[in-house]
């Protein structure tokens, strides 16, 4: 991939990397030539890695302690607070883990709409990214149902209603989807089978969303394609090594705070009590990570029509490439995009606050403006933009505009060609 | 391709991918059908509920099918507010007198046709029922009035076995 052989230096080295060339791939990832201007938003792939991890390795211990039964899954999971050794640190871990999780999904993906990290010829590597996304809240979803809490119930029940909205088959696939006529024993295990499965699909994904990475390179602030390797790189190690690292230090910090000094904050108290089939809690709420969504599913008045527009509202995301029809991928030279990206931020925040509110009133009103804005900026706003918007001209290479002083005409007229 | 004649091998191929089809299509189904409810969550299908202790103007709650079932014995403004409601008025036109054969007794699913909450008792707009949830609001008829859901509260199958016993399913 990195176009040079690699020898190893060693008899043994060289003996087996004829067999199994896997010295190879650890040079190139090693080698790998990195634009020099990497920012802190481009650490949070490395902060992501990270967090599968931690939840794979915490899931697993959880595993050993708990038992997928509806008499005694929510015992199971008090006996890990209370009598497993470290049960505790672990579970809270895992649970805040998944904020966290998505906490930096969010930052990864905003970064990518910033600097046109989706576009051409990024595509592939952007709709793995979305089906890693899709995967992170099914996984998400399920395992909030283990607990067997009032949330994680009520939870299950209404998500898995939303498959009833489909016309004719709908009731068929929800009966299917619990194995009974409710959710119930049959829907806990089977969801601790495939909350137990998931991460590993994703692992799967994020070798192969990294290896898309790998042929193009990196995308870059500046959001030009440079030579590679030239003045315009550094190697993968030690230079973004380190800088992950110290980033990935920072991001623990916060992920410490919560585990430690406010682990039940991102949830939700009802999830202590036991799941109780005959009483709904006065305020079901998804966790955080999801409100934006929700609060799209709310906005519609009719049900097959919410669930429609929730589930556009994320597979949108898959036909970006397309939609965004302007060939400069950074913001930092979109002078219009920047602001109604800014808005688009915006825009989420405000669904994500309206879905945590009840469905009435301004609320309604304002999380119906909300959606759609939402559509709007993906569907009319973009197509356009990409048309209409005067950019500012883009850089040579990333060194350009510091060794190669203010932008002439030459040199604007050089890249108008190189452009064509 | 026009010009090519149907061949001995075009049948084998044809043959062969037909067979193939079936055999996986048996080999997959029963791994999907066995997440559809089980010999024992269906032997699970009927219940019977001494409803002797309940008063005018109160609700039971039973479950049935891990399902929450509803048992009103309604009072007379209920029954008369109920049945004075025009067909037109409503979001799915269902008559009070078909949905509950003995007025006195509704005897409902207790799940909101939304996204499968359960309703609150004498709450909402129309003194029935009112869904926490999405906001649904139920007249005492069980009927949706207002919010997203798009149907009635479900009648499930049940039938007096005396006057003080009610079988449901």
């Known amino acids: 991939m990195s176009g040079h052989e690699y020898i190893p230096k060693s008899k043994v080295g060289k003996w087996f990397n004829d067999r199994l060339p896997l010295l190879t791939l650890a040079n190139h990832l090693t080698d790998y030539p990195t634009p020099k201007n990497l920012n802190y938003w481009w650490t949070f792939g490395g902060i992501l890695t990270f967090c599968l991890i931690t939840q794979i390795v915490t899931g697993l211990v959880l595993a050993m302690h708990y038992i997928a039964h509806a008499d005694m899954a929510f015992d199971s999971v008090e006996h890990i607070m209370r009598d497993v050794n470290y049960g505790w640190l672990i579970r809270y871990i895992h649970a805040n883990g998944a904020s966290m999780f998505f906490l930096a999904v969010y930052i990864h993906i905003f970064r990518s709409l910033f600097y046109g990290s989706y576009k051409s010829p990024r595509e592939i590597i952007w709709i793995i990214g979305i089906i890693i996304y899709l995967l992170m809240m099914a996984a998400a979803f399920m395992g909030y149902v283990l607990p067997w809490g009032q949330m994680s119930f009520w939870g299950a029940t209404v998500i898995t209603n939303l498959f009833s909205a489909i016309p004719l088959v709908g009731e068929g696939i929800v009966t299917w989807l619990w194995g009974g006529?409710?959710?119930d024993n049959p829907t806990l295990t089977r969801f601790f089978t495939l909350h137990y499965l998931i991460p590993f699909l994703i692992l799967g994904l994020v070798v192969l969303h990294i290896w898309a990475l790998h042929v193009p390179g990196n995308n870059n602030p500046v959001g030009i394609d440079i030579k590679k390797p030239s003045k315009d790189t550094v190697p993968f190690h030690p230079y973004i090594v380190i800088k992950d690292g110290f980033a990935l230090l920072m991001f623990m910090i916060v992920f410490a705070f919560f585990v430690f000094y406010t682990p039940n904050i991102l949830g939700h108290a009802d999830n202590y009590i036991e799941a109780d089939p005959l009483?709904?809690?006065?305020?079901?709420?998804?966790?955080?990570?999801?409100?934006?969504f929700y609060a799209i599913l709310r906005s519609v008045p009719d049900k097959l029509l919410g669930v429609v527009a929730m589930l556009s509202a994320i597979l949108i995301l898959a036909a970006l490439p397309w939609l965004d029809t302007s060939k400069v991928r950074s913001a930092v030279f979109r002078p219009l995009y920047r602001q109604f990206y800014w808005i688009l931020v915006a825009d989420v925040l405000i669904l994500g606050y309206v879905g945590a509110m009840p469905a009435e009133g301004l609320y309604l009103l304002i999380a119906r403006v909300a959606t759609a804005y939402y559509f709007l900026h993906f569907l009319?706003?973009?197509?356009?933009?990409?048309?209409?918007?005067?950019?500012?001209?883009?850089?040579?290479?990333i060194t350009e505009p510091i060794l190669g002083g203010s932008p002439n005409l030459a040199t604007a007229k050089n890249k108008e060609s190189l452009n064509n | 391709m026009s010009e090519k004649k149907t061949k001995r091998r075009d049948f084998l191929f044809t043959a062969t991918y037909a067979v193939g089809a079936v055999g996986v299509g048996a080999t997959v189904w029963p791994?999907?059908?066995q997440m559809n409810p089980d010999a024992s969550v269906k032997a699970l299908a009927s219940t019977e509920v001494d409803v002797s202790a309940v008063n005018?103007?109160?609700?039971?709650?039973?479950?049935?099918?891990?399902?929450?079932?509803?048992?009103?014995?309604?009072?007379?403004?209920?029954?008369?507010e109920a049945r004075s409601v025009k067909l037109d008025d409503l979001k799915h036109p269902e008559t009070d007198e078909d949905r509950a054969k003995n007025p006195e007794w509704l005897v409902m699913l207790g799940v909101c046709t939304h996204l499968g909450c359960v309703p609150l008792d004498q709450k909402g707009d129309y003194n029935g029922w009112f869904c926490p949830c999405h906001g649904s609001h139920y007249d005492t008829s069980g009927r949706i009035r207002k919010g997203p859901a798009p149907t009635n509260m479900e009648i499930p199958k049940y039938e007096f076995v005396d006057a003080n016993t009610i079988k449901i399913g």
């Open chain 2, 56 to 80: 005018p103007g109160k609700t039971i709650t039973v479950l049935w099918r891990g399902k929450p079932v509803f048992i009103r014995r309604r009072t007379q403004d209920e029954i008369a």
């Open chain 1, 279 to 292: 009483v709904t809690p006065a305020h079901i709420v998804p966790e955080w990570y999801l409100l934006p």
């Open chain 2, 31 to 33: 791994m999907i059908d």
């Open chain 1, 380 to 397: 009319v706003i973009l197509p356009v933009l990409g048309l209409k918007e005067k950019t500012v001209p883009v850089p040579l290479s």
């Open chain 1, 181 to 183: 006529y409710s959710v």
